[in-house]
């Protein structure tokens, strides 16, 4: 059977956190779909044509990886995809505890699913997508957050 695994999240924008992430599990699967979650209720930052194009950019070298959006329940989209996996990354205790919760209920709802958590690099630990929106909007360098190939594309939307 092929590892298939999904990588579910906003990145809104992506960064260097998520960046990591990708590169470290992506052997681990034969394929891994990073997809972006639109959630009709949240509205993003970033439009999802700019947050699917930076995300094709940064992962173009990596062959197994795909870049897809999805509606809807995560665990849906897994069984469309015939994945096997969810991918989350984990930075602090507060991520624990929020992902157990939500991977029981997958788990729950999707009985072949697997949770696979991977811990962040300690230097990746204090970077959200928040904080680099929040720097963005106030003008500021976000070059040190954000994945060195779509800096200056992030940088200049506006
Ligand atoms: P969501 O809104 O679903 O949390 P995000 O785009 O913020 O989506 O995050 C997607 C995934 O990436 C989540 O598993 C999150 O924990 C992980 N992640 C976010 N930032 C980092 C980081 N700095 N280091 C490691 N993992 C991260």
Not at 22 to 28: C, G
Not at 74 to 81: A, G, I
Not at 97 to 107: A, D, I, L, P, Y
Not at 129 to 157: C, K, M, Q, T
Request: glycine residues 6%; charged residues 25%; proline residues 5%.
């Amino acid at each position: 059977m092929k590892r298939i695994a999904v990588f579910p999240g906003s990145f809104d924008p992506v960064t260097k956190g998520h960046e990591n992430i990708v590169r470290r599990s992506a052997p681990l699967f034969d394929e891994l779909v990073v997809a972006i979650g639109v959630n009709a209720d949240k509205k993003s930052y970033f439009p999802l044509d700019k947050r699917v194009e930076w995300l094709k950019i940064v992962f173009a070298d990596l062959k197994n990886i795909r870049i897809d959006h999805y509606h809807g329940l995560t665990v849906d989209y897994c069984l469309k995809q015939n994945a096997n996996y969810i991918l989350r990354g984990l930075r602090t205790s507060a991520d624990f505890e929020f992902e157990r919760s939500v991977g029981q209920v997958n788990k729950m709802l999707y009985p072949q699913i697997e949770n696979i958590f991977m811990l962040t690099r300690p230097e990746h630990t204090p970077i959200n997508s928040s904080i680099v929106r929040d720097i963005h909007r106030n003008g500021g360098d976000i070059s040190l957050f954000v994945p060195e190939l779509v800096s200056g594309l992030i940088e200049a939307w506006q």
